[in-house]
Antibody, heavy 116, light 107 residues
C-alpha cells in the first residue's frame, strides 16, 4: 500500500527556521516526483513545486522560488520542505503528494503555525 | 494564459447530477486531474487524464473534455460527495497549477 506520512504540527515564531518531512512507503520512492502543496486557512490549493528524490532535481513555482527549499534523502525515503526564516504569512497546511502530474497519493498534511 | 477557472460553488439536491467546470487555455493540450477535499481531510484524486477514474472511486464520478473546458460530473450526487473540488494541470515544463476550487453542496 502506497503511503506518504508527514511530520507533525509545528508552532514557530517569525524568523525561526523549520523543516518538515514526508516519508514514503509501498513504492519505489526514488522513481516518483514529490510535490508540495500549500493550503492557507480557508483557501484553495497552491502548487509549490516538485522534487525528484532519485537525483534531487527540483522545480519551484515562481511564487515560492527563494522562499522555501526542497530536499530529499532517498536512503530513508523522505522528502523535506524547509524555511530559513518563517513569516506569519507562512501559516498554512502543507501537503506532500506523489507524482508530477497525477498527484495520486497525498500525505495527511502538516499544519504550520507562525505566530509571535 | 496559465490559469484554471472554476465556479466558486455548485449546489444540487441528493440524487441530482452535479457538474463542475474548469476552464483554461492549457486544457486544449494538457490533461486535467480532479481532486476531492472533504473538510479537514487531504485531497483525494477522483479523475485523472481528463476522464479516467482511479480504482476505488465510485462510478458516479466521470470527466469529460471539450476544447479548453473540462467537466467533472457526479451522477446521482450523494450527501457524502459534499466537498471542495479542485482541477489541476501542468505545463510543458512541468509547472503545476490548481483551479480556485468549487464548493459542492448536496442538500
Amino acid at each position: 500500500e502506497v503511503q506518504l506520512v508527514q511530520s507533525g504540527a509545528e508552532v514557530k515564531k517569525p524568523g525561526e527556521s523549520l523543516r518538515i518531512s514526508c516519508k514514503g512507503s509501498g513504492y519505489t520512492f526514488s522513481n516518483y516526483w514529490i510535490a508540495w502543496v500549500r493550503q492557507m486557512p480557508g483557501k484553495g490549493l497552491e502548487w509549490m513545486g516538485f522534487i525528484y528524490p532519485g537525483d534531487s532535481d527540483t522545480n519551484y513555482s515562481p511564487s515560492f522560488q527563494g522562499q522555501v527549499t526542497f530536499s530529499a534523502d532517498k536512503s530513508i525515503r523522505t522528502a523535506y520542505l524547509q524555511w530559513n526564516s518563517l513569516r506569519a504569512s507562512d501559516t498554512a497546511m502543507y501537503y506532500c503528494a506523489r507524482g508530477d502530474v497525477d498527484l495520486d497519493y497525498w500525505g495527511q498534511g502538516t499544519l504550520v503555525t507562525v505566530s509571535s | 494564459s496559465y490559469e484554471l477557472t472554476q465556479p466558486s460553488s455548485v449546489s444540487v439536491s441528493p440524487g441530482q447530477t452535479a457538474r463542475i467546470t474548469c476552464s483554461g487555455d492549457i486544457l486544449a493540450k494538457k490533461y486535467v486531474r480532479w481532486f476531492q477535499q472533504r473538510p479537514g481531510q487531504a485531497p483525494v484524486l477522483v479523475i485523472h487524464k481528463d476522464s479516467e477514474r482511479p480504482s476505488g472511486i465510485p462510478e458516479r464520478f466521470s470527466g469529460s473534455s471539450s476544447g479548453t473546458t473540462v467537466t467533472l460530473t457526479i451522477s446521482g450526487a450523494q450527501v457524502e460527495d459534499e466537498a471542495d473540488y479542485y482541477c489541476y494541470s501542468a505545463t510543458d515544463n512541468i509547472r503545476g497549477m490548481f483551479g480556485g476550487g468549487t464548493k459542492l453542496t448536496v442538500l
